[in-house]
């Protein structure tokens, strides 16, 4: 019961960090260049607190959740730093530019680690298939997130929670075969 519940606490706050910035940038009023550099800020520091937990932990990290704080983390690094570039290039590719980073982890993960984009370990074969169909919907949110840009709930919080439900069913049916 206890590992549920940890498991149940780990889930939640895994996305913290996301949620933060998505209230900060857009839960305050209409969506401002100073409101994306201070969420940035914030949440960044956030993101990276998550990613140290997540790393040091035994079991394989969430790679959507790493995708994620590795987008927050580099915009923060972008507004600490001024590099006001790196800023334009998130905000001319809006949302998908979360989906990018999310492939970029889904594609070194896959091919790289044993528990492959879904972090779950089993046989080598499903884990793979696994990790390559949540590939693939990380590829389909990419899209939904073009074609939705600009519209935050639709181009990115619901292809996230989409994404993470996917990736907690892959993960359970491993499971179920190791």
């Known amino acids: 019961m206890k590992a549920a519940a940890l498991a149940i606490v780990e889930y939640l706050l895994g996305f913290v960090a996301l949620a933060l910035f998505a209230f900060l940038a857009f839960g305050l009023g209409p969506a401002t260049?100073?409101?994306?550099?201070h969420a940035f800020k914030v949440s960044g520091l956030v993101?990276?607190?998550?990613?140290?937990?997540l790393l040091g932990r035994v079991k394989p990290a969430n790679r959507l959740i790493l995708g994620a704080n590795i987008w927050l983390i580099a915009g923060a690094?972008?507004?600490?730093?001024?590099?006001?570039?790196w800023l334009r290039?998130?905000?001319?590719?809006?949302?998908a530019s979360l989906f990018a980073s999310m492939l970029i982890v889904g594609l070194a993960s896959t091919w790289l680690s044993p528990s492959g984009f879904v972090a779950k370990l089993g046989p080598s074969i499903e884990v793979r298939r696994a990790?390559?169909?949540l590939l693939a919907s990380v590829l389909v949110?990419?899209?939904?997130?073009?074609?939705?840009?600009g519209d935050v709930k639709y181009a990115a919080v619901l292809p996230v929670i989409a994404l993470s439900w996917l990736n907690r069913l892959l993960r359970l049916r491993?499971?179920?075969?190791a």
């Open 33 to 37: 260049d100073d409101g994306f550099v």
């Open 47 to 53: 993101a990276a607190a998550e990613l140290a937990f």
């Open 77 to 85: 690094a972008a507004a600490y730093l001024e590099l006001w570039w």
């Open 89 to 95: 290039l998130y905000q001319q590719f809006g949302e």
């Open 131 to 133: 990790s390559l169909l």
């Open 141 to 149: 949110a990419l899209a939904v997130a073009v074609y939705f840009r």
């Open 174 to 177: 491993l499971s179920g075969m």
